[in-house]
């Protein structure tokens, strides 16, 4: 079953909005992590809520997981042109092999200057 | 730190030919290593997974001796794709974790290699 599935699936806003990103899953995770990826390169961690976390920030970003809704979002306040990017939420199963990161189909967003 | 370096960024081969990959951790030790593979504005599907010293675990529907992986040491594993195919046409990327096993979700990635067979 695919693990992490991102919405929107694209987003356009101006520099200076804030852009959230949401995330859904469905089976039990021990952590969730977002990741960012520019366009032909690799991906560089932001940030990972374990699942006994319900908020996070770093910087200019703020994360939230709901375990009841098997969910989480990713705020970027303050958007700037090199946000642009996509955005990939990734999961780590409880149980089992809980090393493998399931990555959703990500967020491509568009931060116009 | 927690770099991860791939080579090539970039190959082109002919079809029939075989392609090798260096992912490097360089600096740090990669108890397990990982290869992923992503097609154009789609996500990153899990390939297989290495520890040094060991064989390669892969995911269902990866062919072991299409794709060969060699971690032989700590810093370094090698993906092979062996008799390349267009379809094998991809962006690879790999990543590595200082931690064993059952805790290696935190894995640090490489930039990736796009590979372009004709």
């Known amino acids: 079953s695919q693990q992490g599935e991102e919405d929107p699936q694209a987003l356009s806003i101006q520099e200076g909005e804030n852009a959230t990103m949401n995330c859904s899953y469905k089976t039990s995770i021990n952590n969730l992590q977002w990741y960012r990826q520019n366009s032909g390169r690799g991906l560089v961690h932001l940030i990972l809520i374990r699942s006994n976390e319900r908020e996070k920030h770093s910087g200019r970003l703020r994360v939230t997981l709901d375990t009841s809704k098997k969910s989480s979002s990713l705020l970027i306040t303050a958007s700037r042109a090199a946000d642009t990017a996509s955005y990939f939420c990734a999961t780590d199963a409880s149980g089992g092999s809980n090393y493998k990161l399931t990555f959703g189909k990500g967020t491509l967003l568009t931060v116009n200057p | 730190g927690a770099v991860v370096s791939q080579h090539p960024s970039r190959v082109i081969c002919k079809s029939g030919t075989s392609v090798k990959i260096e992912c490097r951790s360089l600096d740090f030790q990669a108890t397990t290593m990982f290869w992923y593979r992503q097609f154009p504005k789609q996500s990153l599907m899990l390939m297989a997974t290495?520890?040094?010293?060991?064989?390669?675990?892969?995911e269902q529907g990866v062919e072991k001796d299409k794709f060969l992986i060699n971690h032989a040491s700590l810093t370094l594993s090698t993906l092979t794709v062996t008799s390349a195919h267009p379809e094998d046409s991809s962006f690879y990327i790999c990543?590595?974790?200082?931690?064993?096993?059952?805790?290696?979700?935190?894995?640090?990635f490489g930039p990736g290699t796009r590979l372009t067979v004709t």
């Open positions: 290495s520890n040094e010293g060991s064989k390669a675990t892969y």
């Open positions: 990543s590595a974790s200082p931690l064993p096993g059952q805790t290696a979700y935190e894995q640090y």
